[in-house]
């Protein structure tokens, strides 16, 4: 039942997060039931046996709803981001906020044009990007790759290019 309990706090969150009532919460076989969903019985083929149910469910959810209140109304959005981070894992705002192994591959990858800023403001190192650790993890491997390097235009791109360019018929 520590699934459940887990399972619990999480989709209290998400009513909280997207004001849903618990009566929105359903189960595969109900949605299957209800005609919007795939029919192979979570979790009630596993409450079952241990006299559980939706009702319960939700009204566990409902509990713990009542009891957290609506925090978010309530966070600033540094507490909000703080959560985020916690949650789901670093984000990092500027360059300046990366690990410096990860500083130039993703100054290459805004040089080559495949990242830009979130619109916020900032410039070079205090540039707001908002890149979560995957993603920069992910942009430090494409730059050691050579992804991020310029590479001289040829005259031939059929043979230079792996992109096949499709005409549009006049």
Known sequence: ???????????????????LPVTAITTHRQACLDGYGSNHGDPEHLWNHVGYSLA??????QALINA?????????????EAVL??????????????????????????AAGCLGG????????????????DLM???VI???????????KKEDTATTSTRRVIKKEE
């Open 1 to 19: 039942m520590r699934t459940t309990a887990t399972a619990a706090e999480v989709f209290a969150d998400l009513c909280i997060f997207h004001g």
């Open 56 to 61: 319960q469910f939700r009204n566990d959810v």
């Open 68 to 80: 957290k209140g609506d925090y978010l109304a309530t966070m600033t959005k540094a507490e909000l």
């Open 85 to 110: 981070d916690e949650r789901i894992g670093k984000n990092y705002k500027t360059i300046a906020d990366l690990p410096d192994y990860a500083k130039q591959p993703v100054r290459n990858a805004i």
């Open 118 to 133: 979130t619109g916020e403001g900032g410039t070079g190192d205090n540039l707001i990007i908002r890149l979560s650790h």
């Open 137 to 139: 993890r992910t942009m």
């Open 142 to 152: 494409m730059d050691r790759a050579g992804l991020f390097e310029k590479k001289e």
